[in-house]
């Protein structure tokens, strides 16, 4: 079992040392762990993400492999609209690389234990300042970071992006990042009005991926109503799976 709990007293600030590196208790059997240390190097030839067998919003390529699996822990953001609703505005996140730790027998659930030593961890630290830190522990299980830009086609509104740049094997490559388009959205199968929707996103511009999921979210969705012109902004602690299909950078 990972004692994610009494491992935060000792990394404070270091949630990937917590959860992939430093996060197992001494009888884990260790196979759950072959791969330990390698990030992004671990083949996930064959591997099939877990979606609901009765959806067709979410279609897994046959004509790109999957390259990496990173599980991400970070806030979405919402405004409140005229509506009386909140509305996205983006969100923040980062990501540590799962890649090797998918036959792991904790592998299906481990965003259930994230979300609460995130949320545990959230209240003394901003996931800005939780970002900067991890950055400077580089940990090798650093693997990217989620936040929106400006549309890089309509030079309006906001698109998601996924940024392999800054640490890592692609640190400085300048085209290791994907801007995506929502293709496929699938409520969540575990609890919609908590958890954020599960996504099928396609390429706009970048070259580490041509397709990317998220599933097995936990958390991110906002209150279902606001006082427009009283209600503040907020932003909802969210963990996640992304799988990355294809890509030309290796």
């Given amino acids: 079992m990972i004692d994610t709990s009494s491992l935060l007293k000792t990394f404070t600030g270091s949630l990937i040392a917590t959860v992939l590196q430093y996060g197992w208790s001494p009888d884990t059997n260790s196979t759950d762990f072959k791969g330990y240390g390698k990030v992004a190097d671990c083949s996930l030839s064959g ?3 877990s979606f609901p067998s009765n959806q067709t919003q979410l279609t897994v390529p046959s004509d790109l492999n999957p390259e990496y699996i990173g599980l991400a822990f970070g806030v979405q953001n919402y405004t409140c ?8 505005v983006g969100a923040v996140a980062e990501i540590i690389d799962a890649s090797c730790y998918v036959n792991a027998s904790w592998f299906s ?18 996931i800005q300042q939780t970002i900067e830190l991890v950055h400077y522990l580089n940990p090798p299980a650093n693997l990217a970071q989620h936040y929106f830009v400006q549309n890089p086609v309509t030079n309006q509104g906001l698109s998601p992006k996924w940024d392999f740049t800054s640490n890592g094997k692609f640190e400085g490559n300048s085209e290791a990042f994907i801007i995506g ?12 009005a908590t958890d954020i929707t599960w996504l099928e996103v396609l390429n706009v511009e970048g070259k580490i991926a041509g ?7 936990v958390g991110g969705q906002p209150p279902s109503s606001c006082t427009y012109g009283n209600d503040s902004d907020i932003s909802v602690n969210y963990v996640a799976k992304y799988i990355f299909y294809g890509g030309d950078l290796n």
């Fill in 81 to 88: 609209s005229s509506s009386n609703t909140f509305t996205s």
């Fill in 211 to 217: 397709e990317l999921f998220r599933f097995d979210s």
């Fill in 47 to 49: 591997f099939v993400p």
């Fill in 181 to 192: 388009k929502v293709n496929g959205t699938l409520s969540s199968p575990d609890d919609p």
């Fill in 109 to 126: 659930t481990i965003q259930n234990v994230l979300y609460p030593a995130w949320d545990e961890l959230s209240q003394a630290m901003s």
